[in-house]
């Protein structure tokens, strides 16, 4: 699954990338052309602490893929567009990014002059928009003609659908606040429509504007149709020169700033939420591990990501909570207190469940 990073041209988004990549970046304010990828751990204290009690050979982590697009510049013209190629990359993100500026720095202009983090949401939001109403419309007309010519049912099922989703998006609204079944969704997932991804805003703030974070934050809040979006306010420049120190340096520089923990873990851990992902363990002495699933996995979906024969020879797993684990402090205790169970195929598998597998 990949989490796209999207923004203007020096809104800081590869200073971000390389951070959360953990890519050694001598020339921070050189903007990147081409797209550039990585495949990033999602940090997990629960793995953590069942690392410290284990001690295993081996800890591995959930992952995700971070995609970083190139920013959006201004043209010859003098305004800031959206290129076809930008489109072409943003298409296939699972979720989308927003990196918005609100740090100032003369040495590097911002693409539409002045600093204003509502105006540049705004105008990512208008243009996405404006691509899916204008393949919405292309997408009517063609299934209109399509029935005509074929009396095809799915193509009469769709076309409701399709109609409701234009209707909404003429509203200026994005479809990802729009009701859908899931039906609905697998119906429209084929076609990459921007407004439907979930979305992620990070505000990029600098070092002079930490006592003003929340009251920005409030004010692009009230500019938002959704006032429930997920606004994630964090220092891009910092959080570079927080990856590079040891933890004694670490600490003592946040508490300079008055940081209290690197937006990092919350940024990586809400991605991975928004792509409707959670996680489950294994743990021994060889390997403690994270498993990335989708919601709603049953227990057979999960053995099968471990392993395909898992799957098709599953009988039962085990089954403790991790937080009863921890409560608990063994599998023996866990069971003696009624929290370890036997769970048959189709048991939901909840984000922080231990398992333990038992197929032929």
Not at 54 to 70: N, R
């Amino acid at each position: 699954m990949q989490i796209g990073l999207v923004g203007l041209q020096y809104s800081g988004k590869t200073t971000l990338f390389n951070t959360i990549a953990g890519i050694e970046n001598p020339d921070m304010q050189t903007a990147k052309e081409e797209a550039t990828i990585e495949v990033v751990k999602v940090p997990d204290a629960r793995l953590d602490k069942l690392t410290e009690l284990f001690i295993p050979k081996k800890t591995v982590f959930a992952t995700i893929e971070v995609f970083d697009t190139p920013g959006l510049k201004m043209s010859d013209d003098g305004k800031v567009k959206i290129t076809s190629q930008f489109l072409n990359n943003v298409k296939n993100n699972d979720a989308l990014f927003y990196v918005v500026r609100q740090f100032t720095d003369d040495s590097v202009a911002h693409p539409m002059n002045t600093v204003n983090s509502v105006r540049d949401i705004e105008f990512l939001e208008t243009e996405f928009l404006f691509h899916d109403l204008a393949f919405l419309e292309s997408r009517i007309a063609k299934l209109n003609k399509e029935i005509m010519k074929m009396k095809d049912d799915k193509l009469k099922r769709e076309l409701p659908l399709i109609e409701k989703c234009f209707a909404h998006v003429e509203t200026e609204q994005p479809l990802r606040n729009l009701h859908l079944t899931e039906d609905e969704l697998k119906m429209l997932s084929g076609y990459q429509l921007l407004t439907l991804k979930p979305l992620l805003i990070g505000i990029n703030f600098d070092e002079n504007s930490i006592e003003n974070v929340g009251e920005t934050l409030n004010k692009i809040r009230e500019s938002l149709p959704n006032k429930n979006e997920t606004i994630i306010p964090f220092y891009g420049k910092i959080e570079y020169e927080l990856s590079t120190m040891d933890d004694e340096d670490r600490n003592t520089f946040m508490a300079d700033y008055g940081i209290k923990e690197s937006a990092l873990t919350k940024i990586l851990s809400s991605a991975y939420e928004k792509l409707g992902l959670q996680s489950f363990f294994t743990v021994g002495e060889d390997e403690c591990r994270a498993w990335t699933i989708k919601k709603n996995y049953t227990a057979q979906d999960s053995a099968g990501v471990i392993h395909t024969d898992f799957y098709n020879k599953f009988i039962r797993a085990e089954v403790v909570h991790y937080d009863d684990f921890i409560a608990q402090g063994s599998f023996s205790k866990c069971k003696d207190a009624g929290v370890w169970r036997l769970e048959g195929k189709q048991y939901i598998v909840v984000d922080g469940d231990i398992l333990n597998i038992r197929h032929s």
